[in-house]
């Protein structure tokens, strides 16, 4: 963003304000990760510096916790498109990010109202018979209102009741803000190698970019909805709510009201007389439905967007999901679906070679791995436990599987591993959906349910081809079974790591710790002081000043040793 003038307008100067914020909390995220990631292992205190990592990350997570339920906007998505990053973030991250979506304030109702009856060209009261003016639920980008058709429009579609959502007014710019501080943030990650050789980080803020201008679009999510709809024509089973798009723009969806029992409500689906087991069962075979069959999925199907509606007849067996929240949708592109079935053919087979092919084939790996090390652990993994059932893989004395998962465990965080967009959605949606098929019915195993649509996927034509598949689909259900068993060893093996330090190097490092705290803290305060009143600096100047002043104390307690 450009330096600030005096006679900015207010809306500009709340922008710079905003990027600035933005700004000051990447800045000393880097700072603190250059400090313990870099320089701490450059001086031999890599495993001092591994050790507090957890909390450390935990600590930033909080912060970016209240940093993001304070500015809204992007911020909120950030938080969740990173709880949802299980594939880079430790799990104690991804959990304090988690249900930050459901923290943030509802907008003032003349402001949405404005914001409204400006996209429609028509007064609330000429839009609409009725208009809640108290919101059903207020997201980062928008908010939903109840509301009634005129008598007109609801004789000709044959509903009267609406939800309308309503992008926040400003939304657009507040987005192009966040987008703007994320690709610096991006730029500068890409300039440091060790992240570099790891993660594209400019190419996930593309990837991000792009979704979330997709989410704020709402003709596009009418458009997904429909598509949705016409995926599932003749399953009456599956449904999803009319767009009235009389009453729809960019900035104002109008959807039918399809409210029923939340498919989380396992009294209220009982009360109705409808059995939760089968609801899981159908849950799932629609989600495998999108997955295989349509190669278009719905990617956030948390409890709080699926209801189970009761049909008309009141029979038990009579009811459909309905699906709402058609924002973030997945594609199964055509690369993506001779990947996956490379993948788990290689698998199958036990082939190492071709499974790193397929690896690379799904761009899971970047283009500049090392594949060598990979094909071996694959190689030992596959020569050792390879076609193993779970009674097997039981017998195997707990010792050598922890071993072996200690270093296979190295060799992949080793690695620069990336998913990409499509594949995080699959993986987010599966997910969910396992979540809630397992609440309802605790015995579900959703690799029971993807078997039919597993062959599909795998398309056999010939017998050989059958056989892989059958056989991938008992490898999928071993796997499925596993994580219990791998959580716990997991789990073992870190208290191992942990436990590899002696009472002295503890001593030194709370002193050396101390010491250096001190003396920062006063030539930070020092440089900020200097800084702030003479320099008036950008982000930038004041990311190297923090840098500048962090080294200071560094040089003065390890090499000279005066904290002792
Ligand atoms: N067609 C509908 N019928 C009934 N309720 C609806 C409908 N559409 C939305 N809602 C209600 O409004 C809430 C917010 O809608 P929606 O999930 O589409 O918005 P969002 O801004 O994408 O929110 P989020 O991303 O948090 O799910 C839903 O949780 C639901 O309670």
């Known amino acids: 963003m450009p330096s600030s003038g005096t006679t900015e307008p207010p809306a500009l100067q709340q922008h710079r304000a905003r990027y600035r914020r933005i700004m ?24 001092f510096a591994a050790r507090g990592r957890i909390p450390r990350l935990q600590k930033v997570a909080r912060r970016f916790h209240g940093l993001a339920i304070e500015l809204g906007g992007l911020m909120i998505k950030v ?19 988690e249900g930050l979506q459901d923290e943030v304030a509802p907008e003032a109702f003349e402001r949405i109202r404005a914001q409204a009856e400006a996209e429609l060209g028509l007064s609330l009261s000429d839009a609409f018979a009725s208009f809640d003016p108290v919101a059903i639920a207020a997201a980062s980008l928008g908010q939903a209102h109840r509301a ?26 507040i987005v ?14 890409a300039r440091v190698r060790i992240v570099s050789s790891r993660v594209d980080a400019p190419a996930l803020v593309e990837e ?54 939340k498919i989380s409500d396992v009294a209220g689906l009982t009360a109705a007389g409808i059995n939760p087991a089968e609801v899981a069962q159908e849950l799932a075979r629609a989600t495998f439905q999108q997955i295989f069959v349509a190669g278009f999925f719905h990617a956030d199907p948390h409890p709080g967007n699926i209801f189970v509606t009761p049909g008309a007849t009141g029979e038990p067996g009579d009811w459909r999901l ?6 973030m949708m997945g594609e199964i592109t055509d690369t993506l679906r001779a990947g996956l079935r490379d993948f788990i053919l290689a698998v199958v087979a036990r ?4 499974l790193v092919a397929s690896l690379e084939r799904l761009e899971v790996l970047l283009p500049s791995t090392e594949t060598d090390e990979l094909e071996r652990a694959m190689s030992a993994l596959f020569d050792r436990f390879g076609g193993m059932g779970v009674a097997e893989l039981q017998r195997v004395d707990p010792r050598e599987l922890e071993v072996f998962a200690a270093r296979f465990g190295e060799t992949i965080r080793s690695l620069p591993f990336q998913l990409p967009e499509n594949f995080l959605l699959l993986i987010r949606t599966i997910s969910l959906i396992s979540g809630v098929t397992s609440a309802l019915n605790r015995d579900f195993n959703m690799w029971d349910a ?22 991938a689909v008992s490898f999928a259900s071993t796997l499925a079974r596993l994580p219990r068993r791998v959580d716990e060893l997991a789990a073992r093996v870190e208290r191992g790591q942990v436990a590899v330090r002696t009472p002295e190097l503890d001593r030194r490092m709370r002193l050396l710790q101390r010491a250096v705290s001190r003396v920062a803290s006063a030539v930070v305060f020092s440089a900020l002081l200097i800084a702030g009143v003479l320099l008036r600096p950008t982000d930038e100047v004041l990311g190297w000043v923090l840098m500048g002043a962090s080294v200071v104390p560094l040089l003065h307690v390890v090499l000279g040793g005066r904290g002792r």
Request: proline content about 4%; hydrophobic content about 45%.
């Open 351 to 354: 082939d190492s070679r071709a």
């Open 208 to 261: 991000f970019a792009a979704t979330s201008l997709e989410e704020i679009d709402y003709l596009h999510e009418g458009a997904n909805a429909e598509r949705f709809e016409a995926d599932f024509a003749g399953d009456a089973r599956v449904a999803a709510p009319t767009v009235v798009w009389e009453r729809t723009t960019l900035r104002v969806l109008t959807l039918s009201d399809v409210t029923a029992i």
């Open 24 to 47: 000051r909390f990447a800045t000393r995220v880097l700072v603190q990760a250059w400090w313990f990631e870099l320089v701490l292992p450059r001086f031999g205190l890599a495993r």
């Open 79 to 97: 938080g969740q498109f990173m709880s949802s990053r299980l594939d880079v973030l430790p799990p104690e991250i991804t959990r304090e990010l």
């Open 148 to 173: 009634t058709l005129s008598e007109g429009l609801a004789a000709d579609l044959g509903f009267t009741d609406v939800v309308v959502k309503v992008q926040r007014p400003g939304i657009e710019s």
């Open 322 to 327: 309905t699906y709402i929240d058609f924002g």
């Open 176 to 189: 192009e803000v966040d987008l703007a501080a994320l690709r610096r943030v991006s730029r500068w990650l």
């Open 450 to 471: 993807v078997e039919p649509f597993a062959r599909t996927v795998l398309n056999p034509g010939t017998g050989a081809l059958r056989e892989f598949g059958q056989q």
